[in-house]
């Protein structure tokens, strides 16, 4: 079955402690892309990858590190966590080299920063 | 500045009735444009898109949208909502630099 597979699916973890959120996709995707989701504000791309070793920044990079050094895999590194990083985090994926083009998503990452 | 706007937070629609989710963008040429639907824990899931051609274009569960230019809008309709229909739901815009923008979104209730 075609699927990006997000892990953890929920996390509580204090502020300062080095977490990541993995991202796996089984379609030979080139475009990956994390996004985080928060009320009223939709989704935000923090950083994108449109092929392996290429890496770019979203509109709200910030705060967050990722790494492409397989076709599959994005995880999303959160090197010194902080309260407003609270968020509903997704990571999707499209079989083109740019984001003009449907993206399948995981279902989701909520992260609790206390 | 490209933007995406969904003027509409939270609507609710009996069901059977007809419903039409707003989205306007903010954009000199014609960019790519998507419906997404969101379910409570879900990801994502892609309703329909628009490219080129036919400003009309259908997608899943009964859901269609049409492109007007002339408006820079992009609304999604249904003519008879099932209950099944109450989710969220986001308008987005792929611009041609690799920029992708998703509205605010749209809550929908479906009342019994």
């Known amino acids: 079955e075609a699927q990006v597979t997000q892990n953890p699916r929920y996390l509580i973890t204090v502020t300062g402690k080095k977490l990541t959120v993995t991202c796996s996709q089984n379609?030979?995707?080139?475009?990956m892309s994390w996004y985080r989701q928060d009320p009223g504000l939709g989704l935000r791309q923090i950083y994108y990858?449109?092929?392996?070793?290429?890496?770019d920044k979203g509109d709200v990079p910030e705060g967050y590190k990722v790494s492409r050094k397989e076709k599959r895999n994005f995880p999303l590194i959160l090197e010194s966590p902080s309260p407003n990083q609270t968020s509903l985090y997704f990571c999707?994926?499209?079989?083109?080299?740019?984001?003009?083009?449907?993206?399948?998503f995981g279902d989701g990452t909520r992260l609790s920063i206390l | 500045a490209q933007s995406v706007t969904q003027p509409d937070i939270h609507i609710t629609v009996s069901e059977g009735a007809s419903l039409e989710l707003r989205c306007n963008y903010s954009?000199?040429?014609?960019?790519?444009l998507f419906w997404y639907v969101q379910s409570p824990g879900q990801g994502l899931q892609l309703l329909l898109k628009?490219?080129?051609?036919?400003?009309l274009v259908q997608g899943i569960k009964g859901f269609e949208a049409e492109f007007k230019r002339s408006q820079s809008s992009f609304n999604l309709r249904k003519p008879s909502v099932h209950w099944s229909d109450a989710a969220e739901y986001f308008c987005?815009?792929?611009?041609?630099?690799?920029?992708?923008?998703f509205g605010a979104g749209t809550r929908l209730t479906v009342k019994p």
């Open positions: 990858s449109m092929n392996v070793e290429v890496t």
């Open positions: 628009y490219f080129s051609g036919d400003t």
């Open positions: 379609m030979n995707h080139e475009y």
């Open positions: 987005a815009v792929g611009y041609n630099n690799n920029d992708m923008r």
């Open positions: 999707a994926s499209s079989d083109q080299k740019n984001s003009n083009q449907p993206q399948h």
């Open positions: 954009y000199g040429a014609t960019p790519y």
